[in-house]
Every structure is written in structure tokens, then in C-alpha cells.
């Protein structure tokens, strides 16, 4: 299929695969452990600035 | 309230981060499904692409090189945008567009000049020359890892913010340098045959998969970043948390 070419045109396609699926794997990771590491300072009561101030003024 | 004022207050209420992860949630999940089909399209048109005349079957590589690197220019547009939103507007979400995009960019740039090396070799007979094409996308490579050092060495966020839009905007100088140096310099690198004032200079087989392919990885570029301008508004809720506890623990 690929003719005297393949040992170029898999690793072009291989490591574009790897490259795409990484950068996929590495944000979704990202994102649950910022959503776990939220959810442990919410469990701990820790709010932010604005969330601490709009608490004060509702009392 | 004037219609351009009410305007210009929506798109600011847009810009809210809450509104946004309110609206990015939903969102990213049909945006990977579609991204999914068009690569899986493109992929198929690719491989069904007859070889050509002159390349063989080394055009395949073609079809993953040409998107990859339009995106690393197209991303650095996208940072350079961003960046002014810094500066000019000083809008809530350009950093985090910004350092949202730098690490993609990083990925395609590194791509193009990987795939690009192996395009290179069985037809030009070397993996690399110092050519002006080659070398310019080697700079805006180097450009993003400077750029990423940047954001992980200042760590107060309104600093960051400020000295990488500097520094975004002065290596954008190099974009125009990229897509014209093929037309300034005499380099091994062919010209442009797809985007040229004169309409594409490619068979239709060739031409309608990397079309289909460039738009993937396009929607694949604004899927990724959607989903990492999430991540990094939730890093910041979580640095303002840590900071208002430290902050209140030391008043107590």
C-alpha cells in the first residue's frame, strides 16, 4: 500500500496519533483533578473572595 | 442605554468565567463528537487518495502535515488576539485563551516539523535544512516553549499575564515571515499551492481530503482549547480559594 515509503509515512501517522490522543489525555487528567482538588477545598469550607463577600452581605 | 452599549455589556457578560464554563460544559461533548467525524472522514478520503504521479504514496503524509502546520500558525493568531485582549481590553478571559492555546500550538508546530522531516527525506534526499521555511517554523517552535517557561517561572497571575502578551506580540512579527518565506527567499520548501491569490494549484483528489483533514484538526484546535480554558479557570478558583483561606487564617 505504501509502497518503499512505509517506514516514513507510519511513524508520520503513528506520532501524529500519539501527539493528538496526548494532548486529549493530558487535558481530560487535568480536568478531573482540578474538579477533585475543588471539590476537596469546598468540602474543607474554603470559598472564594467573591463567594466569602456575597455571604457576608446576604448575612 | 444605547443598543451599542447594551451590545457591548452582553458580550461581556459572555466573557463572565462562570457564564463561560456554563456554556463551555455542554458544549465540548458535541464539539469532540464532530471533530471525531471529520477526522475519521478525512482519514478515510485521505487513504483513498490515489498516490501521485510524482510523490507516490509519500502525498499521504501530506494530509496530517499541511493541517498541522496551518494550526501552529493559526494558534499563534489565536494567542496573538488573546494577547491584545490583555493589554487593550484588559479582558477577564485572554490570559486564560492564551495560556489555553500555548501548549497545542506547541504540539502542532512540533508536528508539522516532525512530519515535515519525514515528508522531507524521501523527497529531498535529507531530514532537515537550514532553508527559511524550516527555520522560521523552528523559531515560532522555540517562540512557544519560551512562552510556556514564561507562564510556569512569574507567579503572580496580573504580572504573567502582562509580560506574555509582550512577548506574544513581538513573536508574532514572525508569522507573516513563515507564510511568506517561501515567496521572499529561494527555498527547498515548494510554495503555497492551496491558499494563493490565484485559487489552490492542487488535483481536487488531493485537494478535498487535506481540506476535510485541515478542518478537523481545526475543531480539534477550538475543542482542545475550550476544554483547557476550563482547566485553567478552575486552577484560578482554586488559587483564589487557597488565597482568601491564607488571607483570613492570617487576619484571624
Redesign the interface.
Same mark, same amino acid.
Do not use: C, Q
Given at each position: 500500500?505504501?509502497?518503499?515509503?512505509a517506514g516514513?509515512?507510519v511513524?508520520?501517522?503513528v506520532?501524529?496519533a500519539l501527539?493528538?490522543v496526548?494532548?486529549?489525555v #493530558?487535558?481530560?487528567l487535568?480536568?478531573r483533578a482540578?474538579?477533585s482538588?475543588?471539590a476537596e477545598?469546598e468540602r474543607k469550607g474554603?470559598?472564594?473572595?467573591?463567594q466569602?463577600g456575597a455571604d457576608r452581605a446576604n448575612g | 442605554m444605547s443598543e451599542t452599549a447594551i451590545r457591548r455589556a452582553s458580550l461581556w457578560d459572555f466573557a463572565n468565567p462562570t457564564r463561560y464554563l456554563a456554556i463551555a460544559g455542554p458544549a465540548i461533548p458535541w464539539l469532540a463528537g464532530v471533530t471525531a467525524l471529520l477526522l475519521a472522514a478525512g482519514l478515510w478520503m485521505s487513504f483513498r487518495a490515489p498516490?501521485d504521479y510524482q510523490q507516490?504514496?509519500?502525498v499521504? &503524509?501530506m494530509f &496530517?502535515?499541511v493541517p498541522?502546520a496551518w494550526l501552529s500558525m493559526f494558534c499563534y493568531g489565536v494567542m496573538s488576539v488573546s494577547a491584545l485582549g490583555t493589554l487593550v481590553w484588559r479582558h477577564p478571559l485572554a490570559d486564560v485563551s492564551l495560556r489555553a492555546a500555548a501548549?497545542?500550538g506547541a504540539?502542532f508546530t512540533?508536528?508539522a516539523l516532525?512530519?515535515g522531516s519525514? #515528508?522531507g527525506?524521501?523527497m529531498w534526499g535529507a531530514w532537515w535544512v537550514w532553508d527559511a521555511r524550516l527555520t522560521s517554523v523552528l523559531v515560532l517552535f522555540i517562540i512557544y516553549l519560551g512562552l510556556l517557561a514564561l507562564a510556569r517561572a512569574i507567579e503572580d497571575p496580573a504580572t504573567a499575564a502582562r509580560a506574555l502578551a509582550v512577548v506574544t506580540l513581538v513573536g508574532s512579527v514572525n508569522l507573516p515571515i513563515i507564510k511568506f518565506s517561501v515567496n521572499w527567499w529561494n527555498t527547498l520548501h515548494q510554495p503555497a499551492s492551496v491558499m494563493r491569490m490565484d485559487g489552490p494549484k492542487m488535483d481536487p483528489a488531493f485537494l478535498y481530503p487535506l481540506l476535510v483533514m485541515a478542518l478537523a484538526y481545526t475543531l480539534?484546535f477550538i475543542t482542545?482549547h475550550a476544554?483547557?480554558m476550563?482547566?485553567e479557570i478552575?486552577?484560578r478558583? &482554586?488559587r483564589?480559594?487557597?488565597?482568601?483561606?491564607a488571607?483570613?487564617a492570617g487576619g484571624a
Open positions: 500500500m505504501f509502497g518503499n515509503y516514513y509515512i511513524p508520520a501517522y506520532l501524529s501527539a493528538l496526548g494532548l486529549v #493530558w487535558s481530560v487535568d480536568y482540578r474538579r482538588e475543588l477545598l474554603l470559598k472564594r473572595r467573591s466569602a | 498516490a507516490g504514496a509519500t499521504l &503524509i &496530517i502535515h498541522a501548549p497545542v504540539v512540533l508536528l516532525v512530519t519525514l #515528508w527525506k524521501p480539534f482542545l476544554m483547557n476550563r482547566n478552575l486552577r478558583r &482554586i483564589s480559594m487557597r488565597m482568601n483561606a488571607r483570613e
